[in-house]
C-alpha cells in the first residue's frame, strides 16, 4: 500500500512540471497544478522515509542511502524552485525540467533490481524510459483531470488536448515495450506467465487495456476538434460531449491507479539479486 501511494505521489509530483512545460504552455498557471505538485512531493518524501523505515536493512545502506536524500532534495526543488520559474513563461525552462526530471527517476531506478546484472544496461534504460512515460502519460491525465476539465473555459480544454494526445500516444508505446523489456530482463520469458510475478503482470496488463479503451474517447474528441472549424461557437452542444471527456479521464486515471498498485506487486515479487 505504501509504495503504491509512493507511485502516486510520484506521478503528482513529475507529472505537473512536465505537464506545465510541455502541454499548458499558455497563461499563468492554475494554482490548483502548484498545490497538486506540492502534495506529490510530500507523499513522495513520507513514503520514502517510511519504506526505508519498513526496511529490513540498515537504514541508508547501500544506494538507497546515496539515493533517498538525493531524491528528497530533488523534491525540495522542485517545489521550491522549479514549479515558480514555470508560473509564467515555461518554455524556456523545458531543458531544466527534463534534466530534473532525469534525475529525480534515477533516485527510483539505481536502487532497484534494474542496477544489477545480468541486462543491467537494458534494465536500466527500459526503467528510465518506463517511469518517464509514467509521469507524462498518468501526470498529464491528472492535469486534465483537476486543471482543464473541471474549467468553465472549454477553449483552454481545445487548446490543450491536441498538445497532449500526441504525448499520451508515445507514452503508451513506450510503456508497453520497456514494460515487456524490462519484465523479460528480471524474470525471463517464461517467468512472464508463471508465478506470482506472471500474475501481477497479467493483471497490471488488463487494467492497461481497459485505460486504453477509455482513452480512445479522448482520442476520438481530439479528432472531431480537429475537424471542427474554429469559428464555430463551441458552448452548450459541445457540452455533453466535454462532460463524456470528464468521465473518461477520470476513470482512465481510476484505473490507473490499479496499474500502479500492480507494478508495486511487481517490485515486490520480482526475483532477489
Known amino acids: 500500500m505504501t509504495r503504491t501511494v509512493g507511485y502516486i505521489g510520484f506521478v503528482m509530483l513529475a507529472g505537473g512540471p512536465f505537464f506545465r512545460a510541455w502541454v499548458s504552455s499558455n497563461g499563468r498557471i492554475p494554482v490548483v497544478l502548484i498545490r497538486m505538485t506540492d502534495l506529490g512531493g510530500l507523499i513522495v518524501i513520507v513514503t520514502t522515509v517510511a519504506l526505508q523505515t519498513r526496511s529490513a536493512s540498515p537504514a541508508l545502506s547501500g544506494w538507497p542511502g546515496v539515493c533517498i536524500p538525493i531524491r528528497i532534495a530533488l523534491v525540495l526543488v522542485a517545489v521550491v524552485g522549479l514549479v515558480p520559474l514555470l508560473v509564467h513563461s515555461p518554455r524556456p525552462h523545458r531543458v531544466l525540467v527534463g534534466a530534473w526530471l532525469l534525475a529525480f527517476i534515477e533516485t527510483y531506478v539505481v536502487p532497484s533490481d534494474a542496477w544489477t546484472e545480468p541486462w543491467r544496461v537494458v534494465k536500466v534504460v527500459a526503467t528510465t524510459a518506463h517511469l518517464g512515460a509514467t509521469a507524462a502519460w498518468l501526470g498529464g491525465l491528472l492535469a486534465l483531470a483537476v486543471v482543464v476539465i473541471p474549467g468553465e473555459d472549454t477553449d483552454i480544454l481545445h487548446r490543450v488536448l491536441p498538445r497532449f494526445s500526441p504525448v499520451a500516444t508515445v507514452s503508451v508505446i513506450v510503456l508497453v515495450a520497456t514494460g515487456v523489456v524490462h519484465a523479460a530482463a528480471v524474470v525471463g520469458w517464461r517467468g512472464l506467465v508463471q508465478g506470482s510475478y506472471g500474475q501481477a503482470l497479467a493483471v497490471k496488463l488488463t487494467i492497461f487495456a481497459a485505460m486504453l479503451l477509455l482513452g480512445n474517447i479522448g482520442r476520438r474528441y481530439t479528432h472531431r476538434l480537429g475537424q471542427t472549424s474554429v469559428a464555430v461557437p463551441i458552448g ?22 490499479g496499474v500502479l498498485a500492480a507494478t508495486s506487486v511487481l517490485a515486490a515479487a520480482a526475483p532477489p539479486t
Open 236 to 257: 452548450p452542444v459541445a457540452a455533453p460531449r466535454t462532460a463524456a471527456l470528464a468521465v473518461a479521464i477520470g476513470a482512465e486515471f481510476a484505473l490507473a491507479t
